[in-house]
């Protein structure tokens, strides 16, 4: 143990008589922060914080910009590294929109390496040509409103399966409870998954699926995979196992013209020319594009769910809205989603105070800049709280409170779901922001809609309240939510399966 850390501390003075970190006559100084050792900079700071304490980083961040109070700190870790965060809508702006030409790139770091196959996919790829090509694909062809409006049978077609999964729980423990018990957090998260599933691949499933319409051991395993991806290599073998041979086998009908219509996102991938995408190029997006659309719409309905189920009265203010605006004689549409304003406010205060992740992905500037009065060197991982720009106390009156109320500014006003002044992080803003509020904004808006028009929610009858609490290391329900579902609208409006 001993030897290993000498080595790494050796290897770390090496890099650093290489590459000395210089201002290079920048006049303005670094954002205030730790003091850093010489070469090393704050790691063994941060190790202790991290092993000693059993904190994590986020954490630790926190406390460092509450003890220098300021809104932009900077961390230097080894000899070069500057880690920036953020939580100062105002700063925000001024990197993301003032400067966003310059903070337009990532890090190059071995778990992004790994994921995208080699930087193939847009999230992790650095600036360069192939960050501009597959932002382009996404842009034009993926997500665009017409690719939208395209996909809108397949979505549908999830969100009827979404209630016939869970009238089939309710059934088959009739006997036990009055409703049934559901896990939010299973329901959400499969949901989410099997709807990109079906909008990439046409299929809803990997399995076979189990009776009753559930997922079966193969969603699961592929699911748990997605969210483990960040640890990595044996995440990615099992993500492989279920898609490549979908990709492989679509190229080959493909190219032997057993298919010819364009019918999912597979086939819209496979049909982009001037250049063709190769198809690990394919692969690495795909697996991207899962990633990012289960874990931000799943977290923030479940969290939407347990705030309200703690809250009734909010509850029945989106009960009302529903009965309003679509009635109880037909299920909610996507069509009904601009209408259903207090219910994005939900989801849109869960982004604000539940964040999936504490901190945006680094954005890496391509030169040396200054931005506050501050100097922000070439290659710096500039990183937005979530956390913090969602509970500024100079931004938000009573920040910890759950007030959905806050986000209806007036009637007419419709609600949205993206942040672009940054006084919150939602989707982001700028080049580097998210491609998918469209799609983003409607899986979400619809799984909660779909749940809260379909059923009655409550508490077992043995807890009084959910326990609101996140979990340690991340910004999740630290519990599944379960809660106890009855069916509220006439029978032949939920879809058999
Ligand atoms: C509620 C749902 C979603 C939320 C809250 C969300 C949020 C975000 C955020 C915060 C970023 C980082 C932006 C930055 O670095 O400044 C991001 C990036 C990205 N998201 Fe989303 N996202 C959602 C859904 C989706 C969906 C459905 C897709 C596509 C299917 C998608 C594709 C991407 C991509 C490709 C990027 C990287 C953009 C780039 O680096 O150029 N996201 N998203």
Same mark, same amino acid.
């Given at each position: 143990m001993i030897s290993s850390i000498i080595i790494v501390l050796v290897i770390v003075l090496l890099f650093a008589a290489i590459c000395p970190s210089k201002k290079q006559g920048n006049p303005h100084p670094l954002p205030p922060g730790p003091t850093p050792l010489p070469y090393m900079g704050c790691i063994i700071q941060m190790l202790v914080n991290q092993h000693?304490?059993?904190?994590?980083i986020f954490k630790w961040i926190e406390k460092l910009m509450d003890k220098f109070k300021t809104p932009i700190l900077c961390i230097k870790l080894g000899p070069s590294l500057h880690i920036i965060t953020v939580t100062s809508p105002e700063i925000a702006c001024e990197f993301f929109h003032t400067q966003d030409d310059i903070f337009i790139s990532r890090p190059e770091v071995l778990s992004a390496e790994l994921v995208s196959d080699g930087y193939l996919s847009a999230i992790m790829a650095p600036f360069g040509d192939q960050w501009r090509r597959m932002r382009k694909v996404l842009h034009k062809n993926l997500l665009s409103s017409q690719s939208h409006r395209w996909l809108e049978p397949k979505r549908n077609e999830e969100v009827d399966h979404l209630l016939s999964y869970i009238c089939n729980q309710i059934e088959k423990q009739d006997n036990v409870v009055d409703g049934g018990l559901i896990n939010i957090r299973i329901v959400s998260r499969h949901f989410c998954a099997n709807l990109m599933t079906k909008l990439v691949f046409g299929i809803r499933l990997f399995g076979e699926g189990i009776e009753g319409g559930g997922s079966d051991v193969e969603e699961g395993e592929h699911l748990t995979a997605l969210f483990t991806i960040l640890k990595i290599r044996k995440a990615l073998e099992i993500i492989r196992k279920y898609q490549d041979p979908l990709v492989d086998g679509r190229v080959q009908m493909w190219n032997k013209g057993a298919r010819t219509e364009t019918s999912d996102l597979l086939d819209a991938l496979l049909a982009q020319d001037n250049p063709k995408l190769t198809p690990n190029e394919i692969k690495a997006q795909i697996i991207e594009l899962m990633i990012a659309t289960i874990d931000n719409p799943s977290n923030a309905v479940e969290w939407a769910m347990a705030e309200m189920i703690n809250q009734p009265v909010l509850l029945e203010r989106a009960v009302k809205e529903l009965d309003r605006v679509v009635g109880r004689n037909r299920l909610v549409e996507e069509r009904d989603l601009s209408q259903l304003n207090y219910l994005k406010a939900c989801i849109k205060e869960c982004f604000r /105070?539940?964040?999936?992740?504490?901190l945006n992905p680094p954005h890496v500037p391509i030169k040396d800049t200054t931005v506050a009065g501050y100097f922000i060197p070439k290659g710096s991982h500039v990183m937005l709280s979530r956390r913090g720009l969602g509970r500024n106390p100079d931004v938000w009156e009573d920040p910890l409170r759950f007030d959905?109320?806050?986000?209806?500014?007036?009637?007419?006003?419709p609600v949205v779901l993206?942040?672009?002044?940054?006084?919150?992080?939602?989707f982001s803003t700028g080049k580097r922001g998210c491609p998918g509020v469209m799609l983003g904004s409607t899986i979400t808006t619809m799984l909660l809609a779909r749940m809260v028009q379909g059923f009655s929610w409550g508490l077992p009858?043995?807890?009084?309240?959910?326990?609101l609490v996140e979990s340690n290391a991340e910004l999740c329900l630290a519990k599944p939510l379960v809660a106890v579902a009855k069916p509220?609208?006439?029978?032949? /409006?939920y879809p058999e399966d």
């Open positions: 000693l304490l059993n904190q994590p /105070l539940h964040p999936f992740a504490p959905p109320e806050r986000h209806l500014t007036w009637e007419e006003n993206s942040d672009d002044d940054l006084t919150m992080i939602s009858s043995n807890v009084s309240s959910v326990d509220r609208l006439p029978h032949h /409006l």
